[in-house]
């Protein structure tokens, strides 16, 4: 039998140890409320929002492989590089709307993933989720980055558990295709408001945070290497290596979220359930429609990608107001050597879960957090893209063309959907 020692050296010297922030920040795209969203699309709508998952592709991948060449070029997260080219109302304003949503996110994710457990294994279900709340905060303070990104990146693989589970119904491929490109839809207000929380799960603002930060984390755990800014020598291996991880990590995002969607259309639509307000509810109408199997596949995907997304969330938080208020942090550091960045952690975790005791209920918050993310994005990816074209901000590095076109395309969409949200009727 290998010691931990033995499997440790073995995961670090696996392949997808070495894959970079691109993995972890699509497979927290996928979180419990991600889920919530992406189910609730299918049961809605069934087959009719699958083209959701084609049109975001493109754009969270441009969106994610900007934010990415921000961190790589300057050296710095995103709130500092808005900090230093915008009035301060705005990078306050910014970070404010990122917190609010993102405590909103880590309520409604923990509680699902207490919820899920209980139902699995059975006992409280407020007990549980203490537990996974105190287990996920000790892991981010006690461990350092180096050694528990390696872990995010093992439990991203929990994802393809919603691929298992489309083995386990029956699913009319012909349809797919058809209804992927040729969607039957109504537009009025129902359907942007759907439209925008699909766009705003998978287009977050918290991921925009996370992915410049761990840039800037691995540049500095390779302790030889400087901004690109400071030393070109590896800005062309270094800019294909972040188009390959943005898009590579964001097409495995995309994919599960499309796999979902098409599970609960083809189960929970098809048998008349349409409201789905949290991904414990979906696991639960989908077992007595496709069995224990799929109930126990679809529960532990959101287990596993709770465990990636909840620290991606609080860690996004604690980088933005760390930035922001000019603080010591990063997931690398000793907590007492970064005591604002990790009490941010800490706070947005227990108000998380605080909020699971009150009658607020964050569970049927969940699908409306991730609407709120959606109208935050349009104008966070402003200051992206004016970031991400100004020779000011990133010298010789600024982003291509074609980048800075399916930015401005995002924008465009996401503000169109949130103003269709609305319009009533």
């Not at 879960?353 to 049927?364: R, Y």
Request: aromatic share 10%; net charge neutral; charged share 10%.
């Amino acid at each position: 039998m290998l010691s931990f020692r033995q499997i440790r050296q073995r995961l670090a010297e696996h392949p997808l140890a070495r894959v970079g922030p691109g993995l972890v920040t699509g497979a927290a795209d996928d979180d419990p409320s991600g889920i919530a969203t992406y189910s609730q699309a299918g049961a809605q709508f069934g087959l009719n929002m699958l083209w959701t998952m084609l049109v975001t592709y493109p754009l969270m991948a441009a969106v994610q492989s900007l934010c990415a060449r921000i961190g790589r070029v300057t050296g710095k997260g995103l709130a500092v590089n808005i900090k230093q080219a915008f009035p301060a109302w705005v990078l306050y304003g910014a970070v404010g709307l990122l917190l609010l949503a993102n405590t909103i996110n880590i309520a409604a994710d923990v509680a699902t993933m207490g919820d899920v457990l209980a139902l699995m294994v059975g006992g409280n279900r407020h007990l549980l989720t203490v537990g996974l709340v105190v287990l996920s905060l000790a892991a981010q303070v006690l461990i350092p980055y180096h050694s528990y990104v390696k872990f995010l990146k093992w439990l991203t693989l929990s994802l393809l558990s919603y691929a298992a589970v489309l083995f386990t119904v029956h699913v009319p491929w012909s349809q797919v295709a058809l209804r992927t490109v040729v969607p039957k839809l109504s537009f009025d207000a129902a359907t942007a408001t759907v439209v925008v929380g699909v766009f705003g799960t998978t287009i977050s603002p918290y991921l925009f945070f996370w992915q410049c930060a761990e840039e800037v984390e691995d540049l500095h755990a390779q302790r030889a290497d400087r901004a690109l800014i400071e030393d070109g020598a590896a800005a062309p291996r270094e800019l294909r290596r972040i188009r390959w991880d943005t898009w590579s990590g964001m097409l495995y995002s995309n994919v599960t979220a499309f796999f979902i969607i098409l599970a609960t259309a083809v189960t929970l639509h098809l048998a008349g359930v349409t409201d789905i307000q949290s991904a414990t509810q979906a696991a639960q109408a989908l077992r007595p429609l496709a069995g224990d199997f799929a109930f126990y596949l679809f529960a532990l995907g959101i287990l596993g990608v709770g465990a990636v997304g909840v620290p991606v969330l609080a860690g996004s938080a604690a980088y933005a107001i760390a930035e922001a208020m000019g603080w010591p942090g990063g997931l690398e550091a000793r907590a007492n050597d970064a005591r604002g960045f990790y009490g941010v952690i800490a706070v947005s975790m227990i108000a998380g879960l605080g909020l699971g005791f009150t009658p607020i209920n964050p569970i049927k918050a969940l699908f409306y957090s991730a609407v709120i993310n959606g109208v935050v994005a349009v104008p966070l990816l402003v200051l992206i893209l004016l970031l991400a074209m100004r020779p000011a901000v990133l010298g010789a590095y600024t982003a291509s063309r074609s980048s800075l076109i399916l930015g401005w395309i995002t924008v465009v969409l996401m503000a169109c959907a949130s103003v269709g949200m609305m319009i009533p009727g």
